[in-house]
T-cell receptor, first 112, second 111 residues
Framework: DAGITQSPRHKVTETGTPVTLRCHQT?????MYWYRQDPGHGLRLIHY???????DKGEVSDGYSVSRSKTEDFLLTLESATSSQTSVYFC???????????FGPGTRLLVL | QKEVEQNSGPLSVPEGAIASLNCTYS??????FFWYRQYSGKSPELIMS????GDKEDGRFTAQLNKASQYVSLLIRDSQPSDSATYLC???????????FGTGTQLKVEL
């Protein structure tokens, strides 16, 4: 399995607060992804990256931004957290197009 | 119509039986298909990937793909209690690298 870590693993924050989640991978994978998982919706893609400084929107990108300044790091930022962004966030990475995506352990975010 | 559909379950099978999990997808141009297993509170982990029509076997697991019917399935032979989890079907749709997930089927293997 790819070495993917996420930090923090748990976070409680208040509405209107900015939040940044970090994903770090040690596999030198080109592609990285951020998903959120909610009951009844499954995993949904927020943003993804196909290289350093190359990112694109996914299915549920409103309210989120990302940055990738190094191959190994992919940051997800909630500029002003809302209660609807309470979720479990997973990062994933893959080496090539159409190949398996490997997931990090997830971050549980609660927005009060 | 959802892009990837699965029966949410729960699917209950006795220990030692064959569990059959099914998934349909809407994008006829899809080329890559994956089954992930997710234990409660954990992250998804890959079980099988399949890219060509037919069967692909790996130990107790067999993935089956039928592109004409837009159908992919996962068979688990000799089911064990440790197989109890949610199984996620995922398809790369619309070209590129975007995975679309079904909502998952919960499998319960009973002693």
């Amino acid at each position: 399995d790819a070495g993917i870590t996420q930090s923090p693993r748990h976070k409680v924050t208040e509405t209107g607060t900015p939040v940044t989640l970090r994903c770090h991978q040690t596999e030198n994978h080109r592609y990285m992804y951020w998903y959120r998982q909610d009951p009844g919706h499954g995993l949904r893609l927020i943003h993804y990256s196909y290289g350093v400084k190359d990112t694109d929107k996914g299915e549920v990108s409103d309210g989120y931004s990302v940055s990738r300044s190094k191959t190994e790091d992919f940051l997800l930022t909630l500029e002003s957290a809302t209660s609807s962004q309470t979720s479990v966030y997973f990062c994933a990475s893959s080496g090539q197009e159409q190949e398996t995506q490997y997931f990090g352990p997830g971050t549980r975010l609660l927005v009060l | 119509q959802k892009e990837v559909e699965q029966n949410s379950g729960p699917l209950s099978v006795p220990e030692g039986a064959i569990a059959s999990l099914n998934c349909t997808y809407s994008d006829r141009g899809s080329q890559s298909f994956f089954w992930y297993r997710q234990y409660s509170g954990k992250s998804p982990e890959l079980i099988m990937s399949i890219y060509s029509n037919g069967d692909k076997e790996d130990g107790r697991f067999t993935a089956q793909l039928n592109k004409a019917s837009q159908y992919v399935s996962l068979l688990i032979r000799d089911s064990q209690p440790s197989d109890s989890a949610t199984y996620l079907c995922a398809v790369i749709t619309g070209g590129g690298n975007k995975l679309t997930f079904g909502t998952g089927t919960q499998l319960k293997v009973e002693l």
